[in-house]
T-cell receptor, first 114, second 116 residues
Framework: DAGVIQSPRHEVTEMGQEVTLRCKPI?????LFWYRQTMMRGLELLIY????????DSGMPEDRFSAKMPNASFSTLKIQPSEPRDSAVYFC????????????FGQGTRLTVV | AQKVTQAQTEISVVEKEDVTLDCVYE???????LFWYKQPPSGELVFLIR??????QNEISGRYSWNFQKSTSSFNFTITASQVVDSAVYFC?????????????FGTGTRLTVIP
């Protein structure tokens, strides 16, 4: 398996623009997670899905952030409008449903909002 | 409340030295899971190990070993005979059964630099 695939790897955008990050989880995994990594806050969970359904989005910073999972093999994280403080590395991860199973991470998308 | 504490922000060792990375966790759940991940300079997060709360047996994998002690709520990671390729940020993480899924609470990480 190719692992979790994220695109793009790097994104530079201007403040106010819409940004869409994409993720393809490992085939067969039924949990998908979006994490954000910043120097100030470290790694924090934004939202996670189980069988394509959002379960907990309490980590989503504000209404400018939205995430979807239209099918088992694809998810998006959208920021509209983007702000400089959204600059971070965004990771997607997937895991099997058993509690305590390790999550496998993608290579991340480094977002820079100028 | 901080669930995972990695008090060591940065550590530098000379190649071939042993090094231990500390991790202290906090949970009220009786069933929980502990993890270590490695983040090399390339940026990806690489899974290293998982332990559950009912298994305190220490584990060794090559130059890596892990010491899980429930009495002190610690899950420390030792690298023996460190190598330059071990230079990375290492994260300890916790997941709790009561949250119902595998969402991980990460520590702030320890940056390890191995000097040749």
């Amino acid at each position: 398996d190719a692992g979790v695939i994220q695109s793009p790897r790097h994104e530079v955008t201007e403040m106010g623009q819409e940004v869409t990050l994409r993720c393809k989880p490992i085939s067969g995994h039924d949990y998908l997670f979006w994490y954000r990594q910043t120097m100030m806050r470290g790694l924090e969970l934004l939202i996670y899905f189980n069988n394509n359904v959002p379960i907990d989005d309490s980590g989503m910073p504000e209404d400018r952030f939205s995430a979807k999972m239209p099918n088992a093999s694809f998810s998006t994280l959208k920021i509209q409008p983007s702000e400089p403080r959204d600059s971070a590395v965004y990771f997607c991860a997937s895991s099997l449903g058993q509690v305590g199973t390790e999550a496998f991470f993608g290579q991340g998308t480094r977002l820079t909002v100028v | 409340a901080q669930k995972v504490t990695q008090a060591q922000t940065e550590i530098s060792v000379v190649e071939k030295e042993d090094v231990t990375l500390d991790c202290v966790y906090e949970t009220r759940d009786t069933t929980y899971y502990l993890f270590w991940y490695k983040q090399p300079p390339s940026g990806e997060l690489v899974f290293l190990i998982r332990r559950n709360s009912f298994d305190e047996q220490n584990e060794i994998s090559g130059r890596y070993s892990w010491n899980f002690q429930k009495s002190t709520s610690s899950f420390n990671f030792t690298i023996t005979a460190s190598q330059v390729v071990d230079s990375a940020v290492y994260f300890c993480a916790l997941s709790e059964r009561q949250t119902g899924a595998n969402n991980l609470f990460f520590g702030t990480g320890t940056r390890l630099t191995v000097i040749p």
